[in-house]
């Protein structure tokens, strides 16, 4: 069974860099089958895409947070990492990995059947 | 972006009443429409992929039908289990977007 987690800070400051990092286990993030993705959500509010990661790094960003967004993967630790530059408050959220997967053919589902657990992150000072 | 629309934003019902919420995009997204369930401090739960798929795992009261730029949840009987927020989310395009949500009571 593949699970997810998230860690990093709870609390960042204004400006600053928001880092995360997912842990996957129960299977390979280097599947060809598979890719990672981020969402958040907002205090009492929808979800959000991020952008999303395969295994050899190429990506695809949320043209709204494109400018402040990198995200990475690390194979041999089996993880994948956001980081988002230049925080406001209005980038406080719970924060959520995912996994989405790849059809045999090739072709990207955009449909998430695991998902870590979240993590709340607050921007303040 | 792809606007998606849900209706209601809430919706109160009885243990056992067959319940639809409804989602439309900005777009025809053919069939690129997934809805999950999720409730309060837990991450999201895939319920229906493709418009009309059930997900692993999921109880077969829950059904998803329409195509294009309008689509239905359907709970068939309502159970307490089921309260909740649901999302519907497109993927013909990204970014991927989803619905507001619909927030499910029991009476």
């Known amino acids: 069974q593949v699970q997810l987690q998230e860690s990093g800070p709870g609390l960042v400051q204004p400006s600053q860099t928001l880092s995360l990092t997912c842990t996957v286990s129960?299977?390979?993030?280097?599947?060809?089958?598979?890719?990672w993705s981020w969402f958040r959500q907002h205090p009492g509010k929808g979800l959000e895409w991020i952008g999303y990661?395969?295994?050899?790094?190429?990506?695809e960003y949320n043209p709204s947070l494109k400018s402040r967004l990198t995200l990475s993967v690390d194979t041999s630790k089996n993880q994948f990492s956001l980081n988002l530059s230049s925080v406001t408050a209005a980038d406080t959220a719970v924060y959520y990995c995912?996994?989405?997967?790849?059809?045999?053919?090739?072709?990207?589902?955009?449909?998430?059947?695991?998902w870590g657990q979240g993590t709340l992150v607050t921007v303040s000072s | 972006d792809i606007q998606m629309t849900q209706s209601p934003s809430s919706l109160s019902a009885f243990v056992g009443d067959r319940v639809t919420l409804a989602c439309q995009a900005s777009?025809?997204?053919?069939?690129?429409l997934n809805w999950y369930q999720q409730k309060p401090g837990k991450a999201p739960k895939l319920l229906i992929y493709?418009?009309?798929n059930l997900a692993t795992g999921v109880p077969s009261r829950f059904t998803g039908g329409g195509s294009g730029t309008h689509f239905t949840l359907t709970i068939g009987s309502l159970q307490p289990e089921d309260i909740a927020t649901y999302y519907c989310?497109?993927?013909?395009?990204?970014?991927?977007?989803f619905g507001q949500g619909t927030r499910l009571e029991i009476k």
């Open positions: 989310q497109q993927y013909e395009n990204l970014p991927f977007t």
């Open positions: 995912a996994r989405g997967g790849i059809s045999p053919s090739g072709i990207l589902t955009g449909y998430f059947h695991y």
């Open positions: 129960g299977g390979s993030i280097s599947s060809a089958g598979h890719y």
């Open positions: 777009h025809d997204i053919t069939n690129y």
């Open positions: 493709d418009a009309s």
């Open positions: 990661i395969y295994h050899t790094g190429r990506s």
